[in-house]
């Protein structure tokens, strides 16, 4: 089955630029897709077709996509921007999504 | 504003079914692709299911092909999802999504004897 693969964890200090990738042998062909979660929250939608933002996100979200790996980009990262984030795709068909494993995102 | 209000999840026996139901309001639902969303205790998010805005194509995760499915009534604003022979490993919050970009806050699953 098919997989997106993703960093367990990330750690930058308030101010610094956090990089979270995620890798899958469908993605120069598919779109990649960024969720924000907090602690006891519903997933937040922050990065759709591998780099555009969805209204009401920070500009400090961007999202990129080259080769088999996309990445979200949190310049100038905050501590209210620490949770998990999952990347999302599709397999080579188009029939079947799958998020990737997760990254918990540390701002301290 | 998209307003998802899930509803049906708690306790069943291991072998046992539950029929999950997912209210849209705010949005003309009927034109929309509709998403289940399921996440284990502690754990990562995990793509269910599927359902295109007519109820006509449908796909699903291998790991509930042929014990889960989904649907809709467009005419009441609702998606379905009827989960039979469950198993432990199903306990989960269930959210329903639009398109995947608009969720709801999900619904409680526990498979538990």
């Known amino acids: 089955s098919y997989e997106l693969t993703q960093p367990p964890s990330v750690s930058v200090s308030p101010g610094q630029t956090a990089r979270i990738t995620c890798s899958g042998d469908?993605?120069?062909?598919?779109?990649c897709y960024w969720f924000q979660q907090k602690s006891g929250q519903a997933p937040v939608l922050v990065i759709y077709?591998?780099?555009k933002r969805p209204s009401g996100i920070p500009e400090r979200f961007s999202g990129s996509s080259s080769g088999t790996m996309a990445t979200l980009t949190i310049s100038g990262a905050q501590v209210e921007d620490e949770g998990d984030y999952y990347c999302y795709s599709t397999d080579s068909s188009g029939n079947h999504r799958v998020f990737g494993g997760g990254t918990k995102l540390s701002v301290l | 504003e998209v307003q998802l209000v899930e509803s049906g999840g708690g306790l069943v026996q291991p072998g046992g079914s539950l029929r999950l139901s997912c209210v849209a309001s705010g949005f003309t639902f009927s034109t929309y692709w509709m998403h289940w969303v399921r996440q284990a205790p502690g754990k990562g998010l995990v793509w269910v299911s599927r359902i295109n805005s007519d109820g006509s194509r449908t796909s699903y995760a291998d790991s509930v092909k042929g014990r889960f499915t989904i649907s809709r009534d467009n005419a009441k604003n609702t998606l379905f999802l009827q989960m039979n022979s469950l198993r432990a490993e199903d306990t989960a919050v269930y959210y329903c999504?639009?398109?995947?970009?608009?969720w709801g806050q999900g619904t409680l699953v526990t498979v538990s004897s």
């Open positions: 469908a993605l120069p062909k598919k779109f």
């Open positions: 999504a639009r398109e995947i970009a608009d």
């Open positions: 077709e591998d780099s």
